[in-house]
């Protein structure tokens, strides 16, 4: 089975609320894990990348991989309005590899309200 | 630093029109390309990804064709669109296989 699934949201949270973003997945040969954001008739941006469960910190943004229970999350602190946009998880089938290994999640819509 | 460029960023064609969208890599050799579609609910599908000149994989059966005529170029194209063909669609390139994939700021198809 290949899916990453994510609930599609709205979440509308205050400015300044500390946001959590959440993927499921349910094939243990998903290894290598990413968080893109993509604003309105944008290309997604890669936010974070990472392979070993636990967490990875770059600035305000936080990923936690939680291999065990297949769960990925994506904290925000600090949540500014310019958060405001759709956050894809993906991730690479080990044992696929290749480019048709990488699988994305529809994404959550997230609004910032100032 | 690497950028990756795809134009036109909005295109409104007939159905039965031939189709032609160009994507360029630049600060970076050998890269694989990717070609996606995203509608609306449903996420990103992979088209067709290439790991070198010549080399075009297809994921899907579809209306569409793809090209890698030079290292870092790559070009979506359809001899006669149809409506089902209108979507958002990003070109994307990574280093190789497993690595993360960096995505251009798309081209919107609308088909009337």
């Known amino acids: 089975q290949k899916e990453v699934e994510q609930d599609p949201g709205p979440l509308s949270v205050p400015e300044g609320a500390i946001v959590s973003l959440n993927c499921t997945y349910s094939?243990?040969?998903?290894?290598?894990f990413m968080w893109y954001r993509q604003y309105s008739r944008k290309g997604p941006e890669l936010l974070m990348y990472t392979y070993s469960s636990g967490n990875k910190e770059d600035g305000r943004f936080t990923a936690q991989v939680d291999k065990s229970s297949k769960y990925i999350s994506l904290f925000i602190r600090d949540s500014q309005p310019s958060d405001s946009a759709t956050y894809l998880c993906a991730s690479y089938l080990f044992s696929g590899g290749g480019a048709d290994g990488l699988t994305f999640g529809k994404g959550t819509h997230l609004i910032i309200q100032p | 630093s690497q950028t990756i460029h795809q134009w036109p960023a909005t295109l409104v064609q007939p159905v039965g029109s031939p189709l032609s969208l160009e994507c360029t890599v630049e600060?970076?050799?050998?890269?694989?390309l990717y070609w996606y579609r995203q509608a609306a609910g449903r996420g990103l599908q992979l088209l067709f990804y290439?790991?070198?000149?010549?080399?075009i994989s297809s994921e899907v059966p579809q209306n569409l064709s793809a090209s890698r005529p030079q290292d870092r170029q790559f070009i979506l194209s359809s001899k006669k669109l149809l409506l089902s063909d209108s979507g958002f669609y990003l070109c994307?390139?990574?280093?190789?296989?497993?690595?993360?994939?960096?995505f251009g700021d798309g081209t919107r198809l609308s088909i009337l």
């Open positions: 994307a390139w990574s280093v190789r296989d497993n690595q993360p994939q960096h």
């Open positions: 094939n243990s040969a998903f290894q290598y």
């Open positions: 290439s790991v070198g000149i010549g080399q």
């Open positions: 600060g970076t050799s050998n890269p694989n």
